[in-house]
């Protein structure tokens, strides 16, 4: 079993920057690759962006590259998704997830199906 907590999470102007953190308790964190998604109002949970166990290789959504980073520290148990640039069409909760499947093709880890434990999620909001 593994326990996510999400935080950092706030409201941000256009263009401005949030750094996420995901906390992770339980069984060994440095087993599992790592994923942020998102969900805005109305919509599916989408894919943000992953990172494979070691830390190695990182994916991202085409509509997050260039502006998001993921990274994690193992021996710490935390995940981030450092954000930059934001838009208002960032706006949305944004969740962490662990994946235990292996290999961790970048197909994989876009998929919600493919993630063992999820955190409650933490609320990001970009004005205009």
């Known amino acids: 079993q593994v326990q996510l907590y999400e935080s950092g999470g706030g409201l941000v102007q256009a263009g401005g920057s949030l750094r996420l953190s995901c906390a992770a308790s339980g069984r060994a964190f440095r087993n599992y690759a790592m ?3 998102r969900q805005a109002p109305g919509k599916e ?3 943000a962006a992953a990172i494979t166990w070691s830390g190695g290789t990182t994916y991202y959504a085409d509509s997050v590259k260039g502006r998001f980073t993921i990274s994690r520290d193992n021996a710490k148990n935390t995940v981030y998704l450092q954000m930059n640039s934001l838009k208002p069409e960032d706006t949305a909760v944004y969740y962490c997830a662990a994946c ?3 290999p961790t ?3 994989k ?3 919600t199906a493919e993630y ?3 955190g ?3 609320q990001v909001t970009v004005s205009s």
């Open 35 to 37: 994923g942020w998604f």
């Open 45 to 47: 949970r989408e894919f």
């Open 100 to 102: 235990a499947a292996i």
């Open 105 to 107: 093709t970048q197909a």
């Open 109 to 111: 880890l876009a998929s």
């Open 116 to 118: 063992d434990y999820w």
């Open 120 to 122: 409650r999620g933490t």
